[in-house]
Protein backbone atom coordinates (compact mmCIF):
# COMPACT_ATOMS: atom_id res chain seq x y z
CA UNK A 1 0.00 0.00 0.00
CA UNK A 2 1.20 3.52 -0.77
CA UNK A 3 0.19 6.80 1.41
CA UNK A 4 0.26 10.34 0.20
CA UNK A 5 0.98 12.50 2.71
CA UNK A 6 0.48 16.60 2.28
CA UNK A 7 1.11 19.26 4.38
CA UNK A 8 3.60 19.52 7.45
CA UNK A 9 7.48 19.43 7.72
CA UNK A 10 8.10 16.74 9.77
CA UNK A 11 6.41 13.51 9.40
CA UNK A 12 8.71 10.86 10.97
CA UNK A 13 5.73 9.54 13.63
CA UNK A 14 3.27 9.50 10.58
CA UNK A 15 5.80 7.52 8.43
CA UNK A 16 6.48 4.92 11.68
CA UNK A 17 2.99 4.82 12.43
CA UNK A 18 2.25 4.18 8.85
CA UNK A 19 4.79 1.02 8.42
CA UNK A 20 3.43 -0.60 11.14
CA UNK A 21 0.45 -0.54 9.45
CA UNK A 22 2.11 -1.85 6.49
CA UNK A 23 2.57 0.81 4.08
CA UNK A 24 5.46 -0.27 2.04
CA UNK A 25 6.06 3.13 0.38
CA UNK A 26 5.16 6.90 1.97
CA UNK A 27 5.24 10.21 -0.15
CA UNK A 28 5.46 13.27 0.99
CA UNK A 29 4.57 16.59 -0.13
CA UNK A 30 4.73 19.82 2.11
CA UNK A 31 2.89 22.51 1.02
CA UNK A 32 5.58 25.53 1.22
CA UNK A 33 5.91 26.00 -2.19
CA UNK A 34 2.76 27.58 -3.85
CA UNK A 35 3.19 25.14 -7.43
CA UNK A 36 1.55 22.12 -4.84
CA UNK A 37 -1.83 23.06 -6.47
CA UNK A 38 -0.67 22.17 -10.02
CA UNK A 39 0.51 18.75 -8.86
CA UNK A 40 -1.96 15.62 -9.78
CA UNK A 41 -2.34 12.75 -7.74
CA UNK A 42 0.29 9.58 -8.44
CA UNK A 43 -1.55 7.07 -10.21
CA UNK A 44 -0.34 4.45 -7.32
CA UNK A 45 -1.66 6.43 -4.33
CA UNK A 46 -4.26 3.63 -2.09
CA UNK A 47 -4.67 6.50 0.48
CA UNK A 48 -4.01 10.42 1.49
CA UNK A 49 -3.25 12.24 4.33
CA UNK A 50 -3.85 15.75 4.38
CA UNK A 51 -2.33 17.67 7.07
CA UNK A 52 -4.62 20.63 7.34
CA UNK A 53 -2.77 22.52 9.70
CA UNK A 54 -0.25 23.37 6.91
CA UNK A 55 -1.97 23.16 3.89
CA UNK A 56 -4.02 26.08 2.30
CA UNK A 57 -8.08 25.61 1.49
CA UNK A 58 -7.66 26.02 -2.39
CA UNK A 59 -5.20 22.84 -2.33
CA UNK A 60 -7.16 21.25 -0.01
CA UNK A 61 -10.08 21.38 -1.95
CA UNK A 62 -8.17 20.61 -5.37
CA UNK A 63 -6.95 17.07 -3.59
CA UNK A 64 -10.07 16.14 -2.37
CA UNK A 65 -11.63 16.54 -5.36
CA UNK A 66 -8.91 14.59 -7.26
CA UNK A 67 -9.40 11.92 -4.83
CA UNK A 68 -12.76 11.56 -4.97
CA UNK A 69 -12.89 11.45 -8.58
CA UNK A 70 -9.79 8.38 -9.02
CA UNK A 71 -11.71 7.28 -5.74
CA UNK A 72 -8.92 7.42 -3.38
CA UNK A 73 -9.89 7.60 0.66
CA UNK A 74 -8.41 10.41 1.83
CA UNK A 75 -8.49 11.85 5.83
CA UNK A 76 -8.07 15.79 6.54
CA UNK A 77 -6.34 15.95 10.09
CA UNK A 78 -5.34 18.85 11.77
CA UNK A 79 -2.23 17.15 13.87
CA UNK A 80 -1.99 13.58 14.77
CA UNK A 81 -3.57 12.50 18.13
CA UNK A 82 -4.86 9.43 18.91
CA UNK A 83 -8.12 9.79 17.54
CA UNK A 84 -6.73 10.52 13.92
CA UNK A 85 -4.57 7.45 14.88
CA UNK A 86 -7.91 5.34 14.69
CA UNK A 87 -8.77 6.77 12.20
CA UNK A 88 -6.16 6.47 9.48
CA UNK A 89 -5.52 2.72 11.06
CA UNK A 90 -9.04 1.94 9.99
CA UNK A 91 -9.01 3.65 6.88
CA UNK A 92 -5.89 1.49 6.05
CA UNK A 93 -7.67 -2.16 7.32
CA UNK A 94 -10.81 -0.73 4.78
CA UNK A 95 -8.07 -0.30 2.08
CA UNK A 96 -6.38 -3.84 2.49
CA UNK A 97 -9.81 -5.76 3.16
CA UNK A 98 -11.04 -4.64 -0.16
CA UNK A 99 -7.20 -5.13 -2.06
CA UNK A 100 -8.13 -9.03 -0.49
CA UNK A 101 -11.73 -9.65 -1.72
CA UNK A 102 -10.62 -8.17 -5.61
Request: hydrophobic share 35%.
Amino acid sequence: MSVLVIGGDKINRLQVFLKSLGVEKTYHWDSRNKSITHKSLPQKTDMLIMLTDFLNHNAMYDFKRQAKKCDIPFICAKGMSGCRECEIRELARNIQNKGILK
